[in-house]
Every structure is written in C-alpha cells, then in structure tokens.
C-alpha cells in the first residue's frame, strides 16, 4: 500500500493575501496621513494646502477597492451576515447622529464629521458578531 500523497502547505501569501494587502494599504494610508498632517502644519497658509490635505484619500480609496473586492469572495451566508451587519450600522449610526443633532440643539458641543466613520466601523463589528452568533 502507497500513502497517500502529502497535502501541499499554502504559502502565507495564499492564505493571508487579502489582509496582507489590506493592512499595506492601511499602513500607506496611516503614513500619508502623518505626512499631509506634517506638511500642512508647517505651511499653513500654502495655496496648495487644499490638494495636500486630501493626500491620504488615494490610499483610503485603495482600502476600499480591497475590501469591497474581499466582501465579493466571501461565500453566500457570510455575505447575508455582512449585508445584514451594514444594514445594522447604517441604521443605527443614522439614529445616533439624529439624535446628537437634537442634542445638539439643546446645547451639547458639537462633534466632528470624523466622528461617524469610526462610529459605523464598531457598530458594523458589533452586528457582524450578533449575526454571525444568530446564523450559528
């Protein structure tokens, strides 16, 4: 009798691909970040500060393209889990800034727009954690 043959081991790159390019893309974007940030602060009244400050929006963009190309990939449930956990942050950020908004009103400070992206990221983590227990 013949054993059968070994399994072939996936390199790290095979396996890991997606978040490795998502974590370089973050990491670009974190890098021209700190340098628009850099840049802007030394020249405050340069005429070209408006085209510096949205620097880091081209590798936010590629973050995007990556993560939107990854959510393609996912197989049908983890797809309905990740629809439904958007559906989940999208509706729950909308209530939580409409209520701020009335609070605001009624003098609370008011919050920047930054605010809202890292909102919906934890709410969306949030849902994709009740999801993924509920289909379970």
Do not use: C
């Amino acid at each position: 009798m013949s054993a059968p043959p070994p399994a072939l081991a996936q390199s790290t790159w095979i396996t890991y691909r997606s978040q490795i390019e998502i974590g370089l893309a973050l990491l670009a974007y974190m890098m021209f970040l700190i340098g628009s940030v850099t840049v802007l602060r030394a020249n405050p009244g340069a005429s070209w500060r408006y085209i510096v400050a949205v620097v880091p929006v081209a590798p936010a963009a590629m973050v995007l393209f990556l993560f939107v190309r990854r959510l393609g990939q996912l197989d049908e449930l983890q797809k309905r889990i990740q629809t439904e956990a958007f559906g989940f942050s999208l509706g729950a950020t909308a209530l939580i800034t409409f209520a701020y908004g009335f609070l605001e009103g009624a003098g609370m400070p008011h919050l920047n727009w930054t605010y809202i992206l890292p909102l919906m990221a934890i709410l969306w983590g949030v849902g994709t954690a009740v999801f993924t227990f509920r289909y379970r």
